[in-house]
């Protein structure tokens, strides 16, 4: 999956940054299916004289709500008095989203603002009225939004696993995790030796649904309690100490759950899937998508579902847990006019008829119209329960949330990173080829970067190094260690003063520093940690011997693939960034997947900020 917050014309819809290609369907307002320059990559088409509503949606029904949206804009509920409504949805991490809303949203990187925000949970509505509250600002959603649909957060575990708990007959749950996370025996309890340790797949909850529900059902479980959590119960040590229980077993973080799940898919091809993770904590809707052969929930033109050898089965937290409720907040901000009110109004009482509920079934989620019994895809034989779950959870305060995403943070594995950065001369062209005059793509990056450095705890181990051709006094030098992996606590402030003094230099030797970064770190590879390389770059492999290219790449690809492998494996995992348009995207996914890490597309630089962050989420 290409990993980047979409990327849009304000005025026409770009989804192919997030991997969508949904066929083009003509609008009943619309007067075309193009963009202003002719192009037909906008799912939606021309909107007309019609009001547009701009919608930001949480990733996981962002093929629902298009296909919601594409049968309103057609239908005579689009029509509002003497006009027209058009909605157009796209994707929005809900922690960044959140983060925009309460900053500031900047249409220049985050496109278009929202009339209507559907976060995965109104969690998120009621962290961002709290974010505000504490800046001195009013709400900007409402605190009783309109929920057209539910998925619960499940415990995805592989079947064989599953099994050797005695799920379902033996309930499991969050204190579970936490003893399987500090065993010292692993699976070998369970007569699994060749299991390897208990590793789970978490995403972080700063920026994911799964990963906020599942940080709030494993602070209640560490209470006893299945409401009222307040900050005493989270400042208790015992709370603390289960919550660093948990985090201990941690494969590494991230900002969505398909990064997991592609890699849990892409290893299950090979066999080695039960390796990868033991468990991951998403949403039904997503394990329903994955039991189907759809990790990512985005069927691409001519992409055939393909089974997985070893299907996932959902484990309902036996303490309770959460749903995701798809709020449809109509924004409260001076941005949003009366007409698009209107139209965006329409909008959810659309959704909420019958009809679209049964879209909404069909897609995997639990309709929010009681009227929509639930049923298939929601079955058994798909490794969900329709039954479940028997016990929920009371959504904290939103000061208690925030409480929480404060302890998480000193809570979370930690991490051993070497920051890898890309020095060549290609670096000292304009971000902006249309601006000759625009900053670097160096600048940018080294922005970027050292902004990056604030989302590291201090005691997370951080390294500098960068590359290019004929660096320093030795002309075969390919890089340079700038700094050696040290705690932020000594090396914060130089590494971003030695990032900011860094220059354009030569050729991009990208093999080469990927092979000996991936081997220097695993020399000193810690066990208790997440240990991980960020390679950035910003083109192709280019050391002077392009007839060697493939055999090189081949040697790295070996060397990479055997450090997650076999039972003395050492997982250092390379998270790639592709920046700017001439960066080799599609072997630097190769890299990344090979390490069962993610690749990211950052191909236009006034992204590479949010990306940069992003890939920090990991840790």
């Known amino acids: 999956l290409v990993?980047?917050?979409?990327?849009r014309n304000p005025r026409w819809l770009m989804l192919a940054t997030i991997g969508l290609a949904v066929g083009l369907v003509a609008a009943g307002c619309s007067t075309g299916s193009g963009g202003s320059d002719g192009s037909t990559n906008d799912p939606f088409g021309d909107p007309g004289d019609c009001t547009v509503i701009d919608v930001a949606v949480s990733s996981e029904k962002i093929d629902l709500m298009t296909d919601l949206a594409q049968s309103f804009n057609r239908s005579d509920d689009a029509k509002i008095g003497d006009g027209c409504a058009f909605v157009r949805p796209v994707s929005k991490a809900s922690g960044g989203a959140t983060t925009a809303l309460a900053e500031g949203w900047d249409e220049s990187t985050e496109g278009a603002r929202p009339v209507i925000w559907s976060?995965?949970?109104?969690?998120?509505?009621?962290?961002?009225?709290?974010?505000l509250a504490d800046q001195g600002q009013p709400a900007m959603v409402s605190s009783k939004p309109v929920s057209f649909m539910l998925t619960p957060l499940v415990i995805g575990m592989p079947k064989p696993m599953a099994d050797a708990l005695g799920y379902p007959e033996t309930p499991i749950g969050w204190a579970d995790i936490a003893k399987l996370a500090t065993s010292g025996q692993g699976w070998a309890a369970y007569g699994h030796p060749e299991w390897g340790a208990f590793k789970l797949g978490k995403t972080n909850p700063n920026f994911s649904t799964s990963g906020l529900n599942a940080l709030i059902g494993q602070n209640y479980a560490a209470t006893g309690k299945e409401r009222d959590l307040s900050k005493e119960d989270l400042n208790d040590p015992k709370?603390?100490?289960?919550?660093?229980?948990?985090?201990?077993?941690?494969?590494?973080?991230?900002?969505?759950?398909?990064?997991?799940?592609?890699?849990?898919?892409?290893?299950?091809?090979?066999?080695?899937?039960?390796?990868?993770?033991?468990?991951?904590?998403?949403?039904?809707?997503?394990?329903?998508?994955?039991?189907?052969?759809?990790?990512?929930?985005?069927?691409?033109?001519?992409?055939?579902?393909?089974?997985?050898?070893?299907?996932?089965?959902?484990?309902?937290?036996?303490?309770?847990?959460?749903?995701?409720?798809?709020?449809?907040?109509?924004?409260?901000?001076?941005?949003?006019?009366?007409?698009?009110?209107?139209?965006?109004?329409?909008?959810?009482?659309?959704?909420?008829?019958?009809?679209?509920?049964?879209?909404?079934?069909?897609?995997g989620f639990r309709p929010g119209n009681p009227d929509v019994a639930v049923g298939a895809p929601i079955t058994k034989a798909n490794g969900v329960d329709p039954d479940q779950p028997a016990k929920l959870l009371q959504v904290p305060k939103p000061e208690v949330m925030i409480q929480m995403l404060d302890n998480w943070k000193q809570q979370r594995k930690g991490a051993r990173v070497l920051l890898v950065l890309d020095v060549s001369g290609s670096m000292e062209e304009p971000a902006d080829?249309?601006?000759?005059?625009?900053?670097?793509?160096?600048?940018?990056?080294?922005?970027?970067?050292?902004?990056?450095?604030?989302?590291?705890?201090?005691?997370?181990?951080?390294?500098?190094?960068?590359?290019?051709?004929?660096?320093?006094s030795n002309e075969d030098q390919n890089y340079l260690d700038l700094l050696d992996v040290q705690p932020m606590s000594t090396n914060r402030e130089d590494l971003a003063s030695k990032i900011r003094d860094q220059l354009p230099q030569h050729a991009t030797p990208l093999y080469e520093v990927t092979q000996e970064s991936f081997t220097d770190m695993a020399d000193d590879y810690d066990p208790s940690l997440i240990n991980a390389v960020v390679l950035l770059t910003d083109g192709v492999n280019d050391d002077g011997n392009p007839d060697d290219d493939r055999d090189q790449l081949d040697q790295l690809l070996t060397t990479l693939r055997r450090g997650t492998d076999g039972e003395n494996a050492k997982?250092?995992?390379?998270?790639?960034?592709?920046?700017?348009?001439?960066?080799d995207f599609d072997t630097l996914e190769r890299i990344a997947q090979s390490t069962n890490a993610a690749a990211?597309?950052?191909?236009?630089?006034?992204?590479?900020?949010?990306?940069?962050?992003?890939?920090?989420?990991?840790?």
Do not use: C
């Open 119 to 131: 976060p995965a949970a109104s969690s998120w509505g009621q962290i961002l009225n709290q974010r």
């Open 571 to 583: 997982p250092i995992r390379v998270f790639t960034i592709a920046y700017g348009k001439q960066a």
């Open 600 to 619: 990211y597309d950052a191909s236009n630089p006034a992204t590479i900020s949010k990306v940069f962050t992003a890939v920090v989420s990991n840790f």
């Open 3 to 7: 990993e980047m917050t979409a990327r």
């Open 239 to 363: 709370t603390k100490a289960f919550g660093k229980q948990v985090e201990s077993s941690v494969v590494h973080y991230g900002d969505i759950t398909m990064t997991f799940l592609n890699n849990w898919f892409r290893t299950d091809r090979s066999g080695t899937s039960l390796l990868y993770a033991s468990a991951v904590a998403v949403e039904e809707k997503s394990l329903i998508d994955y039991n189907n052969g759809n990790p990512d929930g985005v069927l691409d033109p001519g992409e055939t579902p393909r089974k997985p050898k070893v299907p996932l089965v959902a484990i309902y937290p036996k303490e309770g847990t959460l749903y995701s409720d798809s709020p449809l907040y109509v924004v409260d901000a001076d941005w949003v006019s009366k007409d698009e009110k209107a139209g965006a109004e329409a909008f959810i009482t659309s959704v909420q008829r019958p009809a679209s509920q049964k879209k909404v079934l069909k897609y």
């Open 433 to 472: 080829p249309d601006d000759p005059a625009s900053e670097t793509k160096l600048d940018l990056a080294k922005r970027a970067a050292i902004d990056a450095l604030d989302e590291f705890k201090s005691d997370d181990q951080v390294g500098l190094r960068v590359f290019s051709t004929n660096l320093g």
